[in-house]
């Protein structure tokens, strides 16, 4: 006895049928993706109100007002501008290691300086509101870091300039 072959329209519902699944999925797949990214976006504030309290009680009112306010610390007063020790640059605000000792230069600014972070995607740039400078933010938390420029040494030609306030150092990495 031979196989009965397939009609064209059981075919045309089996593909329609695996094309509907596979749509559904996709839609699936984003909304979970996009639920991850608004959480990581929202990093360690999670909920705004209590995000903000938490860290108000984590952070000094420097910290507080540099990573969450775009402040800047005066130069010459950080901890970390004339450190030379070796180690890892780190978020204050989530812990996300950002800047190796081993890109840090003397800028003359008064702030620590990179000419560039430990990864590409550890910092987002974004222009400030002046279009003059460009603001430097953590990738994983959007807390402010500082502001990066194109006059820093080779090999990058970039001034990654960083209040101190907003870093935490990891001594040995």
Request: aromatic share 10%; proline share 4%; hydrophobic share 35%.
């Amino acid at each position: 006895m031979q196989a009965k072959p397939f009609s064209f329209r059981t075919l045309v519902v089996v593909f329609l049928l695996v094309a509907v699944f596979l749509s559904l999925d996709a839609i699936v797949f984003a909304k979970e993706e996009a639920e991850k990214r608004s959480v990581a976006q929202s990093g360690a504030a999670g909920d705004k109100a209590a995000g903000k309290d938490d860290l108000k009680k984590r952070l000094t009112p420097l910290q507080y007002h540099v990573t969450q306010e775009k402040g800047t610390e005066t130069a010459f007063t950080g901890q970390y501008y004339k450190n030379h020790q070796k180690g890892l640059y780190k978020c204050i605000v989530c812990g996300e290691p950002l800047f190796s000792s081993k890109t840090k230069f003397e800028s003359g600014s008064g702030w620590p300086s990179f000419y560039a972070p430990l990864k590409k995607d550890v910092v987002s740039e974004h222009k400030d509101k002046d279009e003059v400078k460009t603001e430097v933010i953590c990738s994983h938390c959007g807390a402010h870091l500082g502001h990066v420029f194109n006059d820093g040494p080779n090999p990058t030609h970039m001034r990654y300039c960083i209040n101190s306030c907003s870093l935490d150092f990891e001594k040995g990495k």
